[in-house]
């Protein structure tokens, strides 16, 4: 498992729906912290893919804000 602490402007609960939308399965770990629960068998293509999305849940958080 790992760990994401976002800004408190993030609020865990819609980063967790923004990832559902792309298909990754997360889950809240605090107000504002959001772990990620990758298989055990994570190709490098699929890390570069969840660091992509995460950079798009990012920016549309950020321009939601």
Not at 1 to 24: S, T
């Amino acid at each position: 498992l790992q760990g994401l602490v976002f800004h408190e402007a993030y609020p865990a609960m819609d980063v967790v729906k923004a990832y559902r939308d792309h298909h990754i399965l997360t889950v809240p770990a605090s107000e504002n912290t959001v772990r990620l629960l990758p298989p055990l068998t994570l190709s490098n293509d699929e890390i570069d893919h969840v660091l992509a999305v995460t950079k798009t849940i990012m920016a549309d958080l950020k321009k939601a804000a």
